[in-house]
């Protein structure tokens, strides 16, 4: 059986439970019993191949020892054991028992059992076991199958929290290009998108050596506030070879004063899709004394370009208002333009975050030290054969292969201005006062003919329709007076 089957097949377990009411619960509910089963897998190994490893779950809690035996316990018995010593000992951890025991912790303290069946999480638990995640081909199949999962979940509820489409979580990446051991950090990870990308990204062009690894390893920093992408992206690090992913932290970064963050807490990288469009709660903005506002992804930009160090790179998600938008926004954008170098602006048209939200995107990049001179912008088309991106037909990465090759490598050497590519200089931004959503200068705006003559064949359509309605209103008066 295929992995996608399988993980089908358990879904369709859960559907016939009583407790288990829509995608999300499924899917916290799915991630728990995954979690298990893959950190039982990994501390099964590493019992083989590291001295003196144990596992930081005490062993009548191992996966093994109660879930393993397709014969083994059932029904209220089961449940029993779930609800009343799994989920209250794994909760209550001992906090000196090392990084692997806090994230075992963390990822139960927000974890709930929606199974009412026991014997349906039976059944569950025996397809479960049927995946052997020290298997690379079968981790790297359900690592995609994961992916899928996540994509069900795409909206988490709260405005503005779409995942980022795989394709330009891949092309930020290829264009930061982090190496190991540079900090990365992303201050709204939700699941790990760009985490899992750059690590895919450094092992396929700099990690050689199992020092290169744990380099990587070391360097990655996250934060989630909402307890379930915090939980999947947990299980996700797992998913991808993370000992401890304790760095993923379950907490509101925006909850900190912007001038607590000290000099060593800087990066080098900052990759993330703040959420937009969503508001803090009352007094997050005190935190901001500069930038005083409950905007989510404004507050975000303010506290990435404090975190940077000097020459820290960032590529950030943010809509067309954070462009355009005034206020607030226009310190901030004039705070980023002083204190990084935003070299370039790729616009994403409507589709991109299709079918979750119709919102106009763009990834800015910038970096650290020096203020703007010039903001390359490059404009990103929908390619001929198709009108839109969907879900059917999302975006991919070869997509965006122009705007890299176009890119001009890590120094951007040779940029021309072309159809797609058109260079603003800092000082007019300044006049247009700070409004960064320039357009394409070299599209043809649509001619729609002289206004005059549309408002003319506006009034003589409007007078035609009432004169059909009027038709219509008496055929239907003499047809019901017969």
Known sequence: ??????????????????????????????????????????????????????????????????????????????????????????????????????????????????????????????????????????RQHFGDIYEQILNDLQNAGNAGEYYTPRAVTAFMVQQIDPHPGEIMFDPACGTGGFL????????EHYVKRPEHEALMQNALRAVEKKPLPHMLCVTNMLLNGVEEPDFVRHDNTLARPLVSWTRDERVDIVLTNPPFGGKEEDGIESNFPTFKTRETADLFLALIIRLLKPGGRAAVVLPDGSLFGEGIKTRLKEHLMEECNLHTIVRLPNSVFKPYASIGTNLLFFEKGTPTQDI???????????????????????????????????????????????????????????????????TVAEDHGDPETLLADLTAAEAETAALRDQLKAILTEALAR
């Not at 951890?93 to 303290?109: H, I, Q």
């Not at 899992?196 to 092992?203: G, S």
């Open 196 to 203: 899992t990308c750059a690590m895919r990204h450094m092992r």
């Open 1 to 138: 059986m295929s992995v996608r089957t399988l993980v089908k097949s358990i879904q369709d377990i859960m559907r016939k439970d009583t407790g288990v009411d829509g995608d999300a619960q499924r899917i916290s509910q799915l991630c728990w019993m995954f979690f298990l089963k893959i950190i039982d897998d990994q501390d099964q190994e590493f019992e083989l191949t590291k001295e003196n490893y144990t596992s930081p779950i005490p062993t009548n809690l191992q996966w093994r020892a109660w879930a393993a035996d397709p014969e083994g316990i059932t029904g209220d018995t089961l449940l029993d054991f779930v609800n009343n010593t799994l989920f209250p000992e794994l909760k209550s951890l001992p906090t000196n028992a090392g990084p692997r025991a806090k994230v075992v912790r963390d990822v139960f303290e927000d974890a709930y059992n929606y199974m009412k069946s026991g014997q349906l999480m039976r059944q569950m638990i025996n397809k479960i076991n049927e995946v052997d995640f020290n298997n690379l081909t079968e």
């Open 376 to 442: 390359w912008y490059w404009e990103h088309k929908v390619p001929e054969t198709q009108k839109a991106y969907s879900m059917t037909k999302p975006i991919r990465l070869d997509h965006l292969d122009d705007c890299a090759a176009w890119w001009g490598g890590a120094a951007r050497e040779g940029r021309v201005e072309g159809p797609q590519a058109w260079k603003v200089t800092a000082e007019e931004i300044k006049a247009r006062g700070y409004n960064l959503d320039v357009k394409n200068p070299h």
